[in-house]
């Protein structure tokens, strides 16, 4: 018999007493061997004989309880919160509910003096600014400027306590709000908004702007997973030293069916440039950057060539679907970033299962639109659009080696009951993505 155990690794850099464990944990890296925990958090659920759960259980409360581990222990209390229940309404229990509720006790009663004050400012601050999205739904089918009244008059009550933060970034504190910043964010049954917060990235250094997205009533945790994926596969391409480029940005699942997820900084979707009459992407890098001869465009073409790269290998091994403009996003030098990832793996849009590369709509193995290629040279002869095919060529090549620790950390989440999992059948397609039994050659 087994019990199932939520194991969440995070922001280890910072946690000197996990690192001290780290040894325990490096089998869950594809590169444990060059193992540098700059990941985002993520979590994962799996199976373990008792004992050794047991002893899991115990490594994290004692790792947490830490004094200089305060912040590790709030993560993992929202990591657990998020992943006691199978739906994002909080009704459905579990069946590891249990034993998350015995660990978040635990780890709870540990926090004394200053940490108990701490942990009871931090998550009391979180849960107002969250639920301001629950105040907003009742207003779902007004109007935009309704909605966003809304949202300015809950903003205006939250007081920012000094030495609170936001739960995708710990390291930064709060140190004020755009009250006029709140914005209420397309969707036919939730509520979800942004806003902008000032927030102390190094101390002594002002504060700078970081917006974020709240949700309630939303799955965040495909998301993680996805990015954590994303995350492993930018090492992978960084200590081959390949010029890829991905950004994986921050999400943390707080609760069932909430969330925080920080706004790619310096970027537009390109959704957001055809609302401004922006016709093509080459159009918009003239008119941002200067012609096709001038540094900063060939210094923009370049990140965008290696972000596509990268983006490509990365669309093609996880099958990621839904790719229209308002998930495509273009930052200030001319990297491409992709968003929101409710379609991985075994689902695609309109409830379609396996619907990737063999078969199906929206079959494409990624995303390559002509206006794409226009920036990359105008044709497949072109020297940015070469260099754009060796790079995905070099990267997927990259990935291969490690194709059983990527497949092994995925299935780590297959009984999270997550949509993107489909049995056995999604961990043997993604197998088929990396052509094991092919040598170098014809795999490319």
């Known amino acids: 018999m087994s019990l199932c155990v939520t194991f969440v690794i995070l ?25 540098t925990p700059i990941l985002p958090p993520f979590s994962f659920t799996f199976s373990l004989p008792n004992t050794l759960s047991g002893i899991v259980e115990t490594l994290i409360v004692n790792a947490a309880k830490d004094p200089s581990s305060q912040l590790l222990a709030h993560q993992l209390i929202w990591n657990m919160k998020a992943n006691m229940y199978v739906d994002t309404d909080g009704v459905r229990e579990d069946a590891l509910k249990p034993t998350l509720d015995r660990i978040t006790s635990s780890l709870i009663s540990t926090f004394e003096g200053q940490a108990r004050a701490y942990y009871e400012q931090e998550f009391a601050f979180f849960n107002t600014v969250t639920n301001v999205s629950g105040a907003l739904k009742p207003y779902i089918r007004k109007s935009k400027s309704e909605k966003k009244a809304k949202i300015d008059e809950e903003l205006a009550r939250i007081q920012v306590v000094p030495g609170v933060y936001l739960p995708s970034n710990p390291e930064s504190k709060v140190v004020g709000i ?64 390949l010029n890829l480029y991905t950004f994986p940005y921050k999400v943390v699942a707080t609760a069932p069916g909430c969330g925080v997820i920080e706004v790619v900084p310096g970027t537009i979707s390109r959704d957001i440039l055809g609302r401004e009459k922006i016709n093509n992407l080459y159009d918009y890098f003239i008119d941002r950057y200067g012609g096709e001869r ?40 001319g990297h491409i970033v992709h968003i929101d990832f409710g379609f991985i793996l075994g689902i695609s849009p309109g409830g379609m299962v396996f619907n990737d590369i063999l078969d199906g709509f929206e079959s494409s193995p990624f995303l390559l639109k002509r206006e794409m290629v ?9 020297e940015p659009f070469q260099r754009f095919s060796e790079l995905v060529i070099q990267g997927y ?36 993505k990396f052509q094991s039994q092919l040598n170098e050659r014809d795999a490319a």
């Open 294 to 333: 001038s540094k900063a465009f060939e210094r923009a073409r370049g990140n965008f060539v290696s972000s596509m790269a990268a983006y490509s290998v990365v669309c093609y091994l996880l099958t990621l679907r839904d790719r229209h403009n308002g998930n495509i996003m273009i930052d200030d030098e």
């Open 397 to 432: 090549l990259a990935a291969r080696p490690y194709a059983e620790q990527v497949i092994e950390l995925v299935t780590l989440m297959q009984e999270s009951g997550l949509p993107c999992f489909r049995g056995e059948e999604t961990i043997r397609r993604l197998r088929l």
């Open 11 to 35: 922001f280890l850099t910072f946690y000197d007493t996990f690192v001290t464990f780290l040894p325990l944990f490096a089998t869950f890296s594809p590169l444990s061997s060059h193992f």
């Open 178 to 241: 755009d009250y006029t910043s709140g914005r209420p964010l397309q969707s036919h049954a939730k509520a979800p908004y942004m806003a902008t917060f000032l927030v102390e990235r190094e101390r002594g250094q002002p504060p700078s702007p970081q917006s974020c997205i709240f949700k309630v009533g939303d799955d965040c945790r495909q998301d993680v997973l996805a990015l954590q994926l994303i995350a492993l596969f930018q090492k992978i391409f960084s200590v081959v030293g």
């Open 374 to 382: 226009q920036v990359m040279g105008g044709n497949i002869n072109a």
